[in-house]
């Protein structure tokens, strides 16, 4: 059984900028702390120990209900204090320092990277909806990170029409293929983590990464 709660007195934050359901994330947190809140102010996020950056959407709409509430700045300071983060697919991509979709807009500029279309190469239906894989980029890399469950691949499920693209290949945590086309589907910088994909709908192996994920704090 996976769920085993944590009853320390860590806090962990969920940022709701008005583009998530927070309900999911919610519930997966909960199987293994007590400790969950629900926040859209800088004095929740300062309160916390970790935070998860959910989000489904577009970039311009997620960095604009963050700037709308004055959460930028603090989630970048919270950053650097060296707590979790845990961003989860439109929350991922804010992590990185640009954004294309219907545009050119600035992310939070946490990891040093872009969000960009599928390319005009995959053939599939995009948005990439539904299960797929995901793997390391190098055997081992996994280790001491919150990927690291038994097994060194996974199914997890997706819901995307942009793409992350680091600038360094030390910030891939995972890859998944598409239509012949290998994408990064996890990132990752020291204490910051981002999955494309979406853990808390992702069955054994997703909430394994949620578990792990509170085992940080």
């Avoid at 007195?9 to 999911?24: C, E, K, M, P, T």
């Amino acid at each position: 059984m996976l769920d085993s709660k944590n009853m320390g007195n860590h806090r962990i934050a969920i940022i709701d900028y008005g583009l998530s359901n927070l309900y999911s994330i919610s519930k997966a947190l909960g199987r293994f702390t007590d400790n969950v809140f629900i926040t859209d102010e800088l004095s929740g996020l300062n309160s916390a120990d970790a935070v998860v950056l959910p989000g489904v959407g577009a970039f311009e709409e997620g960095m604009k209900g963050l700037e709308a509430r004055g959460l930028t700045e603090g989630i970048k300071k919270f950053a650097i204090s060296g707590r979790p983060i845990l961003g989860i697919c439109l929350g991922a991509q804010l992590l990185l320092s640009k954004g294309y979709e219907f545009g050119v807009f600035d992310g939070l500029d946490l990891i040093k990277g872009e969000v960009v279309k599928f390319p005009e190469a995959v053939k599939e239906k995009i948005p990439h909806i539904g299960w797929n894989e995901i793997y390391p980029p190098e055997s081992g890399q996994w280790n001491k990170t919150i990927f690291d469950f038994s097994g060194k691949k996974a199914n997890m499920y997706f819901i995307h029409s942009y793409i992350m693209k680091p600038e360094k290949s030390e910030n891939i945590l995972a890859l998944t293929s598409y239509a012949g086309f290998e994408f990064c589907s996890a990132i990752r910088q020291k204490n910051i983590y981002g999955c494309q994909f979406h853990p808390e709908k992702s069955a054994e192996q997703g909430l394994g990464i949620i578990k792990n994920f509170v085992g940080l704090v």
